[in-house]
């Protein structure tokens, strides 16, 4: 779930200029597939929404349509571009994880995978 929290925070900051460390309030739901749910309702930069950052009227186009398969597919084009998985990618987001884990990250928000029964 990391690398594509990740991921998402990548593409979302780069859309509107901007560092993926500028976005706070991002998550991803659900597990690894294409149906997660990169989550950008609540994400702000420097205070401001992200929805008003980048601009009302063009959101909800470019995140239903663009934003959101990008994220849930970019693991599948990587391995079709390349014949491979992006592991040094997916190292790098463990590593990130339990950094976050053991030593706190000052309170942003990030995606965790969390082992589940299939409960809700």
């Known amino acids: 779930m990391r690398l594509d929290h990740d991921r998402g925070l ?3 900051a780069g859309r509107v200029g901007h560092d993926p460390q500028d976005i706070t309030e991002f998550v991803v ?3 690894h597939s294409p149906t997660m749910f990169p989550d950008l309702t609540y994400a702000r930069i420097f205070g401001e929404t992200y929805r ?3 601009g009302n009227k063009e959101f909800d ?3 239903e349509e663009e934003f959101m398969p990008t994220v ?3 693991g599948a084009e990587i391995i079709k571009a390349r014949g ?3 592991a040094a990618s997916a190292a790098n ?3 990130s994880q339990v950094r976050d884990w053991a030593l706190g990250n000052d309170g942003r928000w990030v995606s965790m995978g969390v082992r589940s029964s299939g409960d809700y």
């Open 10 to 12: 990548a593409q979302a």
């Open 29 to 31: 739901w659900g597990n």
């Open 52 to 54: 008003h950052v980048f």
């Open 61 to 63: 186009k470019w995140n």
């Open 72 to 74: 849930q597919q970019r």
């Open 84 to 86: 491979l998985s992006s």
């Open 93 to 95: 987001a463990c590593i």
